[in-house]
C-alpha cells in the first residue's frame, strides 16, 4: 500500500518546534498515549527534547483496549521506571490516581522550592499528544469544566492554551503533533486506525482493509460477533461480507465500498467492535 510515510503538515511540525518552547514554561510533561497503540503514539522524539523534565505517560481511552494487554503495557513501563497511569479522559476514571502521581513525581522539586522559601504548590504541566488522543478532554476532566474544544477528529486544537485548575494547577493545551517519519508502516497504520492521522489524507479503504485482516487475525470472534459473520479466507471476503451484512450495497447488487469503510473505522473508533488492543508488549 502506498501510505506516505513522510507525511508531515505544516502546522504540525511548527507544534514540535514550539514543544522545546513550551518546556522552558513548565515543570512537568504529561504525554498521552493511546491504550490501544501505545508504541505508535508515543512520540520517539520527546525523551530526548525533554532533558531532565518530568514525564508521565498517561494511557488514555483504556476503556476501548483490551484490559488484558492494557496490564501487559502498564508493567511493561512499570518494570523500566517510567512513570505511567491508566485513564479514561470521558468518564474521569483514574484521575484522581493521575493526581496522585503528578504528587508524587514533583514532590523533590516541591521540597527544593520549599527550601529556597518558595511556598507556591502550583504545578504547571503540558500536555502533549498525538492528534485525537484525548488531551482536550483530559484537560476537561481536570478542571471540571468544558475550557477547551474536544472533536472525535485530529486537528481540533490549534493553539496552545493555558487552563487554570483551582489553585493547583495550570494546565497547557497543546495541538496534537506527530513526526517527521513514521518508524513503520504497521505503526503508521496503527495511527491511522485511531483516528490520529486525518482521514483525507489515507487511503481510507485500504486502511479499513488492513484493519480488517489485522482483527481476523487478533480478534476473530469480536470480528464475528459484531458483524455477524463467519470469518473467510481473505480480508476482502470479510469486508465484502460485512458490506452484505450491513446493507452497505449499491445498485446491481455490487458492494459499496467507500460506505463499508466508514462503518468499519467508524466502529473500530467508538469502540462497537469491543475492546481491542493493536499492539503486543
Ligand atoms: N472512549 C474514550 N474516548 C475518549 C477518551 N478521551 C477522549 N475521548 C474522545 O476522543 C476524541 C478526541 O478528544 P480530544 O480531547 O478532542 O483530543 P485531542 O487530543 O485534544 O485532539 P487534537 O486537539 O485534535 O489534537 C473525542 O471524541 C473524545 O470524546 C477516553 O478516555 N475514552
Ligand atoms: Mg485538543
Redesign the pocket.
Known sequence: MNLNLNWYPGHMKKTSESIKENLKKVDIVLE?IDARAPRASENPMIPELIGDKPRILIF?????ADPKENDRWIAYYKERNISVVS?????GKGISNLLDEVDRVMEDKRQRDRDRGIISNQVRAMII??????????I?SLANRKS??????????RTNQWIKVEDRMLLL?T??VLWPKFQSEELALNLAYIGSIKDEVLPKDEVALRLIEKLGKKYPDLLEERFNISIQATPLENMEEIARKRGAIMRGSEVDYSRVTDIILDEFR??TIGRISLETV
Do not use: E, F, R
Not at 60 to 64: E, G, Q, V
Not at 129 to 138: A, E, H, Q, R, Y
Open positions: 498521552l488514555n481511552k483504556s476503556d476501548l485513564v479514561n479522559a470521558n468518564s499528544g498525538v492528534p485525537n488522543v484525548g488531551k482536550s478532554t483530559l476537561n477547551t474544544k474536544t472533536g472525535n477528529k485530529p486537528g481540533i486544537t493545551d495541538p496534537g467508538k469502540g
